[in-house]
């Protein structure tokens, strides 16, 4: 007997996006786009105003309100948790602050390898409960209105921010440690492979409904970087998150990859035991069912930049972007995050074209 996690939630109305993830026929195109709570919104910026970044993050109430805000103005088929993918770092002892205007900053980054000792993964997913006691809130706060999504940095991408102190335009600090001191840093993304198999498991226990593993600095790194430190930790995570569940009968959730950068390694990444990979915008359509083959999920793709076009070519490039994708196995999404300077107008026209074309798609389909 598997254990029903979803019994104490409200019923699931809109379940597109699940069905969409397993590769089954969905009513509509299910649409979500990354940060799709954030600085463009302007409720968000008020409660900003009041709240440092981190404490929202740790205040269920607080997490709950920024993560509702997108889906009272457009009409989303998803939600995800409000965090951030440094509360692992955090988790393991490091202090991040985030400085308006400049983003994350680490005050003490790992600078030599010693530094990896002062690192204390026991215990750290006890330190992230917070961020189960917002997802829980949050499922019945969305009274089954659209399903919940968590998340997760990769291992190579949280390594990248300790190590660099923040965001950086190289991660030559990174790529350095690479090289000088490859075998810490294989021991580093192995440590981050169990945090995020717990966090994950703890997310989903806590309700989450589906999870995306965000490789986000998969651009600093070439094809065969990537395959010595990404994809083995990405199939690593996968395959012991399945394990630890089904291990306590409790049904697997879909699981989301997405690697910006990733576009050279959409076949190898396809062979990860992932139900849906994300591509970002240089990546199209087309080559990507190519490379991931017809058992996958692809979502994507726009360009956030296009998101500042006007309206008649926001919709044009929207419509010709869902028809290289097609109805079947397919979320629609931005290539990467929304970028703070949005249009709101442009979230609507691209959700609601994305609406439309779905609606022509399954009519001339004979549905
Ligand atoms: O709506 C959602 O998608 C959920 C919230 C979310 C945030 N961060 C909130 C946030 C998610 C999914 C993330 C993931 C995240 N965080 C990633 C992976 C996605 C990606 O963009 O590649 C990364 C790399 C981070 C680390 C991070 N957090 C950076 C580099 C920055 C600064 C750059 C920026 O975009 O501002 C953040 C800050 C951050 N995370 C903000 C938000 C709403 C803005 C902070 C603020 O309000 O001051």
């Not at 990405?234 to 409790?250: A, E, F, G, H, T």
């Not at 396809?270 to 240089?282: H, K, L, P, R, T």
């Amino acid at each position: 007997m598997t254990l029903d996690l979803n019994k104490d939630f409200p019923v699931l109305k809109n379940d597109n996006l699940l069905r969409a993830a397993r590769g089954e026929d969905v009513d509509r195109i299910p649409v979500w786009v990354m940060r799709q709570a954030g600085r463009y919104l302007p409720e968000y910026q008020e409660v900003r105003k009041q709240n440092d970044f981190f404490t929202i993050c740790r205040t269920p109430e607080l997490a709950c309100e920024v993560t509702m805000q997108p889906l009272r103005r457009f009409d989303l088929d998803a939600s995800i948790i409000f965090s951030d993918i440094l509360v692992i770092p955090q988790a393991l002892g490091m202090n991040v602050e985030m400085v308006p205007g400049k983003g994350p900053v680490f005050t003490e980054p790992l600078v030599t390898p010693s530094d990896t000792v002062k690192l204390n993964a026991t215990g750290a997913v006890d330190r992230l409960k917070y961020v189960g006691d917002a997802i829980t809130m949050m499922r019945h706060k969305l009274e089954g209105n659209v399903p919940l999504i968590g998340f997760s940095g990769a291992p190579w991408t949280l390594m990248g921010y300790m190590i660099e102190g923040g965001g950086s335009k190289t991660m030559s600090k990174a790529k350095g440690w690479l090289t000088k001191h490859n075998e810490v840093c294989h021991k580093l993304l192995s440590l981050l492979t169990d945090v995020i198999v717990d966090y994950f498991e703890m997310q989903v226990k806590a309700g989450a409904q589906l999870i995306q593993l965000f490789e986000s600095s998969a651009d600093y790194i070439d094809k065969e970087q990537f395959a010595e430190v990404s994809l083995p930790y990405v199939r690593r995570v996968r395959d012991q998150l399945r394990k630890r569940l089904q291990d306590q009968s409790i049904e697997p959730v879909p699981m989301i990859l997405f690697a910006k950068g990733g576009g050279h390694s959409l076949s190898e990444q396809a062979q990860c035991g992932y139900e849906v990979i994300g591509v970002d915008y240089n990546v199209d359509p087309i080559e990507a069912r190519k490379a991931v083959g017809p058992n996958v999920t692809l979502q994507g793709n726009l360009n956030p930049a296009d998101m500042y076009l006007p309206e008649a070519e926001l919709r044009a490039l929207t419509n010709q972007m869902v028809r290289k994708f097609g109805m079947k196995r397919y979320i629609a999404n931005l290539g990467h995050g929304i970028t703070p300077q949005t249009p709101i107008d442009s979230m609507l026209t691209f959700v609601n074209t994305i609406h439309n074309v779905s609606q022509e798609l399954r009519f001339n389909a004979g549905n």
